[in-house]
């Protein structure tokens, strides 16, 4: 049985639908007092239940009272089913007195439920979810539905990453293309203050460029700055018209516009959160992640 997060009822739908299983659709709402009111529509639970959606907006709180009215009602085990998963670019302490809030979630999610099932995690400098989650955690990857849009749309493809992160992403899905790739040197001094340089301060564009059609790729479109930055630096050089693809539409700034602006053909997202720009399905992957859980 799943349980759809407020606002996820369609992830949750598109899951259930693959798992063939019933998707329960909780009443969560607030009291006068603004604390939260949550109920099932059950008397009883049998067996394992996965909590469906995204942590946005910090409704953790939610999860936790899903969790605990589930168990209540006779769940065995409580899965969380977030295919987008908050919390995790804050890795580390860069300045005096920050907090690493990617291992305070995380400790704050393992506490809360029995396994997680997320789709291509921000792991940087983390090298693991095991080394912040505590619970047993399954990854579920894009890259397989990627490398078909990309295999369908887009003639002669050179892959690019803009950032040494990236590569990850990028390296499996040219791996699965046998698509060139090259990764590009992004510096980070603000939210919205990036620069996209080429490896090693190189002054040009490299060979694997030439007569291809460029497609970025990224795990999160956030700001938009870095595939913003990485789109000019290509075009400066006088690439074609790059594709940009992220998997995370996290979208905190409407950049679409801007970056068709600056030479890009377009953006196009996978479905982990739900936005204008999703053209990628990763229903079957989390499917696969979450039948390997029960
Ligand atoms: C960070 O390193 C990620 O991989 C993305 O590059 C980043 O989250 C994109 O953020 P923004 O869209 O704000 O530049």
Not at 4 to 22: C, D, F, S, T
Not at 31 to 44: C, I, K, Q, S
Not at 88 to 93: E, F, K, P
Not at 117 to 145: K, M, N
Request: glycine content about 8%.
């Amino acid at each position: 049985m799943l349980i759809a997060i407020p606002g996820n009822e369609a992830h949750a739908a598109r899951l259930g639908e693959r798992l063939g299983v019933e998707v329960l659709v909780p009443e969560v709402r607030h009291f006068p007092d603004g604390e939260m009111y949550v109920r099932l529509p059950r008397e009883a639970i049998a067996g394992d239940v996965a909590i469906v959606g995204n942590l946005e907006a910090n409704s953790f709180l939610q999860v936790a009272f899903l969790a605990g009215t589930a168990r209540d009602l006779g769940a065995v085990r409580v899965g969380l089913v977030a295919p987008y998963l908050a919390y995790m670019r804050q890795d580390a302490c860069f300045n005096a007195g920050e907090g690493v809030t990617a291992r305070y979630f995380a400790r704050l999610v393992s506490s809360t439920v029995d396994w997680l099932v997320t789709v291509d995690p921000h792991l940087h400098r983390l090298d693991s979810l095991d080394r912040v989650y505590s619970i047993p955690t399954t990854i579920a990857r894009a890259a397989p539905a990627i490398a078909r849009w990309i295999a369908d749309e887009v003639r002669d493809p050179v892959l690019v990453g803009p950032d040494a992160e990236s590569a990850q992403w990028v390296s499996a899905v040219a791996d699965r293309l046998g698509a060139p790739y090259v990764i590009l040197e992004k510096t980070r001094r603000g939210d919205r203050d990036v620069s996209v340089a080429w490896a090693g301060a190189g002054p040009a564009a490299p060979p694997q460029l030439d007569g291809h059609t460029p497609v970025l790729i990224d795990d999160i479109v956030s700001t938009g700055r870095t595939m913003l930055e990485a789109t000019r630096r290509l075009r400066a050089a006088g690439t074609a018209a790059p594709m940009c693809i992220a998997i995370h539409a996290v979208f905190a700034d409407a950049v679409g516009d801007e970056l068709v602006a600056a030479g890009a053909s377009g953006i196009i997202t996978c479905d982990t959160i739900a936005h204008a720009s999703n053209r990628i399905c990763v229903a079957d992957p989390i499917a696969d992640a979450v039948r390997s859980r029960l």
